[in-house]
């Protein structure tokens, strides 16, 4: 797996291309991956030396920050209250508003994937914080092209102005002159949230749910009682 290059001179010796030994069409991806890996570079170096007021500062890793805050909404969402609200309605309709809050339920019980296919869902609808949360998502894991492609897409979302859901303050924008060829999502979450018995939620959640069958496949859904449980499940 190729690593994003540390440096600009790292990117430009990966870059390098010998004369007489590559065609035209070479010389030309060569071109295109440089400029792939400098606009990567530059954006991982914005987001490095953020401001003060931004969340990502140089003294905590990147993926460090973005895993802390993606826990930090999740929990914000599920401990909403009108969360068991919009499960119900999820359940009976797959209403977005509650497939954001049936994603970070999956998440903070280590069911990403299915975190992720219910967060891509209700972004489809318009909301910016199942955005941001994929955004974060993507930046835990260190894949920043996504990152970007996602801050992309809170920008877009901000704009249309579909979905007002918002279940944690969080603001989140492009900044207003970001550097060239940079996308890098500023926004403010609260200090803290109360916790949640995640290693009780994991054992629960097996029982809360349908199986993983049907016309999404492989796919997590919730049942009815979910929504009955769902006081107890998101308190410590």
């Known amino acids: 797996m190729n690593r994003t290059p540390r440096s600009i001179d790292e990117a430009l010796r990966r870059a390098r291309v010998f004369q007489g030994e590559y065609t035209d069409a070479d010389l030309e991806q060569s071109r295109r991956t440089l400029a792939g890996q400098l606009h990567e570079l530059r954006w991982v170096q914005f987001l490095s030396t953020a401001p003060a007021g931004c969340p990502h500062t140089p003294s905590a890793a990147l993926h460090e920050q973005a895993a802390h805050d993606l826990r930090l909404l999740c929990r914000g969402t ?19 508003d509650g497939a954001l809050t049936f994603a970070g339920l999956l998440y903070l019980a280590d069911e990403e994937e299915g975190a992720q296919f219910w967060w891509h869902y209700a972004a489809g609808a318009g909301s910016v914080t199942a955005a941001l949360c994929v955004y974060l998502l993507h930046l835990r894991r260190g894949e920043m092209r996504d990152a970007a492609h996602w801050a992309g897409q809170i920008q877009r979302l901000n704009t249309l102005g579909w979905n007002t859901y918002t279940p944690v303050e969080h603001h989140a924008a492009l900044p207003a002159r970001p550097p060239e060829s940079a996308s890098a999502v500023q926004y403010r979450l609260p200090a803290s949230r109360p916790g949640v018995c995640e290693d009780a939620l994991r054992d629960a959640l097996d029982d809360l749910r349908t199986p993983c069958a049907g016309a999404l496949g492989p796919v997590p859904q919730p049942i009815p009682a979910l929504a009955a449980h769902w006081a107890a499940l998101v308190t410590c």
Do not use: K, L, M, T
């Not at 909403?80 to 309709?93: K, L, V």
């Open 78 to 96: 599920v401990q909403h209250r009108e969360a068991s609200g919009h499960i119900s309605a999820f359940e009976r309709d797959r209403a977005p």
